[in-house]
Protein backbone atom coordinates (compact mmCIF):
# COMPACT_ATOMS: atom_id res chain seq x y z
CA UNK A 1 0.00 0.00 0.00
CA UNK A 2 2.37 2.83 0.94
CA UNK A 3 5.73 0.56 1.25
CA UNK A 4 6.46 2.08 -2.46
CA UNK A 5 7.35 5.34 -1.60
CA UNK A 6 9.72 4.08 0.67
CA UNK A 7 11.55 1.01 -0.64
CA UNK A 8 11.09 -0.99 -3.65
CA UNK A 9 10.09 -4.49 -2.63
CA UNK A 10 12.09 -6.33 -5.78
CA UNK A 11 15.37 -4.79 -3.26
CA UNK A 12 13.60 -5.75 -0.04
CA UNK A 13 15.72 -6.05 3.02
CA UNK A 14 14.02 -8.29 6.32
CA UNK A 15 13.28 -6.75 9.72
CA UNK A 16 13.34 -9.31 13.21
CA UNK A 17 10.43 -7.83 15.19
CA UNK A 18 9.99 -8.54 19.08
CA UNK A 19 6.63 -8.35 21.07
CA UNK A 20 7.17 -8.17 24.89
CA UNK A 21 3.39 -8.63 25.69
CA UNK A 22 2.85 -11.24 23.03
CA UNK A 23 6.62 -13.07 24.00
CA UNK A 24 6.99 -13.82 20.47
CA UNK A 25 9.66 -12.91 17.31
CA UNK A 26 8.33 -12.01 13.64
CA UNK A 27 9.99 -11.81 10.58
CA UNK A 28 8.72 -9.29 7.47
CA UNK A 29 10.28 -7.49 5.05
CA UNK A 30 10.99 -3.83 5.46
CA UNK A 31 8.36 -2.56 3.33
CA UNK A 32 5.48 -4.83 5.06
CA UNK A 33 6.72 -3.55 8.46
CA UNK A 34 6.23 0.22 7.11
CA UNK A 35 3.12 -0.10 5.12
CA UNK A 36 1.41 -1.85 8.60
CA UNK A 37 3.48 1.30 10.88
CA UNK A 38 1.70 3.89 8.17
CA UNK A 39 -1.42 2.13 8.29
CA UNK A 40 -0.90 2.28 12.56
CA UNK A 41 0.27 6.06 12.16
CA UNK A 42 -3.04 6.97 10.27
CA UNK A 43 -5.47 5.07 12.70
CA UNK A 44 -3.68 6.53 15.73
CA UNK A 45 -2.74 3.02 17.00
CA UNK A 46 0.33 1.96 18.60
CA UNK A 47 1.77 -1.60 18.43
CA UNK A 48 4.77 -3.10 20.98
CA UNK A 49 6.80 -5.32 18.32
CA UNK A 50 9.85 -3.26 18.27
CA UNK A 51 13.07 -4.49 15.01
CA UNK A 52 15.50 -5.88 17.31
CA UNK A 53 17.36 -6.88 13.18
CA UNK A 54 17.70 -6.38 9.86
CA UNK A 55 18.76 -8.68 7.28
CA UNK A 56 18.84 -9.51 3.62
CA UNK A 57 17.40 -13.15 4.27
CA UNK A 58 14.87 -14.78 6.78
CA UNK A 59 17.63 -17.70 7.78
CA UNK A 60 20.21 -14.61 8.68
CA UNK A 61 17.45 -13.32 10.77
CA UNK A 62 16.60 -16.96 12.30
CA UNK A 63 20.34 -17.33 13.37
CA UNK A 64 20.41 -13.79 14.58
CA UNK A 65 16.87 -14.58 16.93
CA UNK A 66 18.83 -17.92 18.42
CA UNK A 67 21.51 -15.88 19.24
CA UNK A 68 20.10 -13.23 20.88
CA UNK A 69 17.64 -15.72 22.90
CA UNK A 70 20.73 -17.65 23.75
CA UNK A 71 21.95 -14.35 25.12
CA UNK A 72 19.01 -13.25 27.40
CA UNK A 73 19.50 -16.62 29.19
CA UNK A 74 22.37 -15.33 30.58
CA UNK A 75 20.83 -12.55 31.67
CA UNK A 76 19.90 -12.47 35.36
CA UNK A 77 18.33 -9.18 35.76
CA UNK A 78 14.34 -9.64 36.98
CA UNK A 79 12.80 -7.79 33.75
CA UNK A 80 14.21 -9.84 31.03
CA UNK A 81 11.99 -13.09 29.57
CA UNK A 82 12.92 -15.75 27.32
CA UNK A 83 10.47 -15.70 24.15
CA UNK A 84 9.46 -19.23 23.12
CA UNK A 85 10.92 -20.33 19.71
CA UNK A 86 8.80 -19.85 16.29
Do not use: W
Not at 16 to 40: G, P, W
Not at 41 to 69: A, F, N, Q
Amino acid sequence: MFSNFFMASSADLYVLLYSESQKCFHIETVSAMIDKNVRMYLEGRSGDYVTIGIGSSVEELREIRSKLVEMRHGVAAPHFLVAPEE
